[in-house]
T-cell receptor, first 116, second 116 residues
């Protein structure tokens, strides 16, 4: 069965500092990995995904994530945090073994607070 | 494109009443997903359709929940009878899906359901 862990419920970072939001996964077969962001009272917005190829994936709003197969991790990073990045971040995984590759499993979410 | 459209945005009802949530996916998308988000359980996949056909409904909590997709541009999630524990935010998402494994899912704004 697929699973996703986001070990930190909350991450606090000062504006201008680099940020990291952690994600580890467990899946049978090749993983397809995603990051989404949720602002208050809004739906989830897609940030980036890893399907295959370069382990460093660049996405929206200056975010990037690095796929590490040996550590089964897909941490989200940004070199310089903005106050407007404060939101709830979700990591999700699905598997190439799934006939449709559509059965996403989401992590519990990490609340990012960027302090001015 | 208008994105995924959900209605209503907020629904307050009394226990025992029937509730119908509606979703219009992004035009051209072949897959549609219903999720439920609660503080206790996080984001859970309830059911997903591909080409209007239910593919996986293993996440539907019980027989009180049903979902239909009569055509490519409309889906409903019905709860009958509703109970207070059904209170949650319900999201609809869509993707091109089908043969494209790991395709990005795009989320609607959600319906916040409160059952008194």
């Amino acid at each position: 069965a697929q699973s996703v862990a986001q070990p930190e419920d909350q991450v606090n970072v000062a504006e201008g500092n680099p940020l990291t939001v952690k994600c580890t996964y467990s899946v049978s077969g090749n993983p397809y990995l995603f990051w989404y962001v949720q602002y208050p009272n809004r739906g989830l917005q897609f940030l980036l995904k890893y399907i295959t190829g370069d382990n460093l994936v660049k996405g929206s709003y200056g975010f990037e994530a690095e796929f590490n197969k040996s550590q089964t991790s897909f941490h989200l990073k940004k070199p310089s945090a903005l106050v407007s990045d404060s939101a709830l971040y979700f990591c999700a995984v699905t598997s190439g073994l799934d006939n449709y590759g559509q059965n996403f499993v989401f992590g519990p979410g990490t609340r990012l607070s960027v302090l001015p | 494109d208008a994105g995924v459209i959900q209605s209503p945005r907020h629904e307050v009802t009394e226990m025992g009443q029937e509730v119908t949530l509606r979703c219009k996916p992004i035009s051209g998308h072949n897959s549609l997903f219903w999720y439920r988000q609660t503080m206790m359980r996080g984001l859970e996949l309830l059911i997903y359709f591909n080409n209007n056909v239910p593919i996986d409904d293993s996440g539907m909590p019980e027989d009180r929940f049903s979902a239909k997709m009569p055509n490519a541009s409309f889906s409903t999630l019905k709860i009958q009878p509703s109970e207070p524990r059904d209170s949650a935010v319900y999201f609809c998402a869509s993707s091109f899906g089908g043969a494209i494994k790991g395709d990005t899912q795009y989320f609607g704004p959600g319906t916040r359901l409160t059952v008194l």
